[in-house]
C-alpha cells in the first residue's frame, strides 16, 4: 500500500502519479488534499508519513510545491526516511543506498514526465543492503537520541 499525499499546489501532479500507481496495479491511500484551496502542507504530510511509520502503509510519496516542506515534516516522524528528488538517479541511489521509505517531489520543480521517472525508478529499485544497513541503523540511533562515535 502506498500512501500518498500534497497540498495546493501539487494537485495535478498528484493525479499524475496516482495514475502511474493504478496503471501499475499498486494499492494507494490518497491522504489530501483534495481540492486546489490552500492548505497547511504539515497536516496532509503527516497523515501520509504516520501511515507509513505505523506499518498501515509500505511506503509513501509526498508533493508540494517544492518537495521540501513536505520532506521535512516526513523526516519529523520517527522511522521516517524521507527524499526529497528531482532526477531519477537520485530516486534510484536513495532507495539503493538509503531505504527512503517515502518520496518527496517538487510539482513546481520539475514536469510530469520527469516525476515519473523519478516515482518508477523509487518504486522499482531494491535497497542493497549490507554496508549501507550499518548507515541506516546510524540514522535510527540518532533518531533514537544516542551520540554517533
Ligand atoms: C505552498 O505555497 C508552498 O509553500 C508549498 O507547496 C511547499 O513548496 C512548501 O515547502
Given at each position: 500500500m502506498i500512501a500518498i499525499a500534497c497540498d495546493h499546489a501539487a494537485l495535478e501532479l498528484k493525479a499524475d502519479v496516482i495514475k502511474l500507481l493504478e496503471d501499475r496495479g499498486l494499492?494507494?491511500?490518497d491522504f489530501g488534499t483534495y481540492t486546489a484551496d490552500s492548505c497547511h502542507y504539515p497536516i496532509f504530510g503527516a497523515r501520509a508519513a504516520q501511515a507509513v511509520a505505523s506499518g498501515k502503509c509500505d511506503r509513501g510519496i509526498l508533493i508540494c510545491g517544492t518537495g521540501i516542506g513536505m520532506s521535512l515534516v516526513a523526516n519529523k516522524v520517527k522511522g521516517i526516511r524521507c527524499a526529497l528528488c528531482s532526477d531519477s538517479y537520485s530516486a534510484?541511489?536513495?532507495?539503493?543506498?538509503?531505504?527512503?521509505?517515502m518520496l518527496a517531489m517538487g510539482a513546481r520543480v520539475i514536469g510530469v514526465e520527469v516525476a515519473k521517472e523519478i516515482v518508477a525508478a523509487w518504486l522499482d529499485t531494491p535497497f542493497e543492503g549490507g554496508r549501507h544497513q550499518a548507515r541506516i541503523?546510524?540514522?535510527t540511533a540518532l533518531e533514537n537520541g544516542e551520540t554517533l562515535e
Open positions: 494499492a494507494y491511500e534510484r541511489m536513495t532507495r539503493a543506498h538509503n531505504d527512503s521509505n541503523d546510524m540514522i
